[in-house]
Antibody, heavy 123, light 107 residues
Framework: QITLKESGPTLVKPTQTLTLTCAFS??????????VGWVRQPPGKALEWLAL???????RYNPSLRNRLAITKDTSRSQVVLTMTNVDPVDTATYFC???????????????WGQGTLVTVSS | DIQMTQSPSTLSAFVGDRVTITCRAS??????LAWYQQKPGGAPKLLVS???TLETGVPSRFSGSGSGTEFTLTISSIQPDDFATYYC??????????FGGGTTVEI
């Protein structure tokens, strides 16, 4: 059974750095083609993809947020960490951890999601 | 940059209705499109990949179609459990992942 679970602060002050951890089980980030990443959703708004990291350490980022994001992985601990610098109240959102599986012949959509964690940015 | 536009943003339906949601890409994306269902307070659930491939366990009343720039998600006879928000998503190797703005299907 594949599970992903997000953890991190629920409240962050503006200008601070947000660090979120995704702990996953039921698969390995050593598997060819697999990636783990993050998607966020401001209250009442649409989904926004943030970043992905793959089995081979390749990283992909949302271009509009690229200079504020960093994604890393600890394969031995089955964890992926996202850091977002210089947060602002507009970064208030539910942050979801997700998995991209391996697909023959091309890319794959995100097939498993964590329950999400709500992060509020406020002074 | 590719943009994904869904329509309508909200639609009302009765149980048993045929419901169609449209997703348009600002440029051709071949068939690199997925559909997700999200219920209030929950995580998105993958329904369709590669524009028309139904994921395992998804009821057959759901279907996806389209290619290039225009795609549709159809629910042939909507059931009470289907009232939710639906998102399209463009995904492709070496491209940013882009979600549509969502379509809320309500009673």
């Amino acid at each position: 059974q594949i599970t992903l679970k997000e953890s991190g602060p629920t409240l962050v002050k503006p200008t601070q750095t947000l660090t979120l951890t995704c702990a996953f089980s039921g698969f390995s980030l050593n598997t060819i083609g697999v990636g783990v990443g993050w998607v966020r959703q401001p209250p009442g708004k649409a989904l926004e993809w943030l970043a992905l990291i793959y089995y081979n350490d390749d990283e992909r980022y949302n271009p509009s947020l690229r200079n504020r994001l960093a994604i890393t992985k600890d394969t031995s601990r089955s964890q992926v960490v996202l850091t977002m610098t210089n947060v602002d109240p507009v970064d208030t959102a539910t942050y979801f951890c997700t998995r991209e599986p391996f697909c023959h012949g091309g890319s794959c959509p995100l097939d498993h999601w964590g329950q999400g964690t709500l992060v509020t940015v406020s002074s | 940059d590719i943009q994904m536009t869904q329509s309508p943003s909200t639609l009302s339906a009765f149980v048993g209705d045929r419901v169609t949601i449209t997703c348009r890409a600002s440029q051709s994306i071949d068939r690199w499109l997925a559909w997700y269902q999200q219920k209030p307070g929950g995580a998105p659930k993958l329904l369709v990949s590669k524009a028309s491939t139904l994921e395992t366990g998804v009821p057959s009343r759901f279907s996806g179609s389209g290619s290039g720039t225009e795609f549709t998600l159809t629910i042939s006879s909507i059931q009470p459990d289907d009232f939710a928000t639906y998102y399209c998503q463009h995904y492709e190797i070496s491209s940013p992942i882009i979600f549509g703005g969502g379509t809320t299907v309500e009673i």
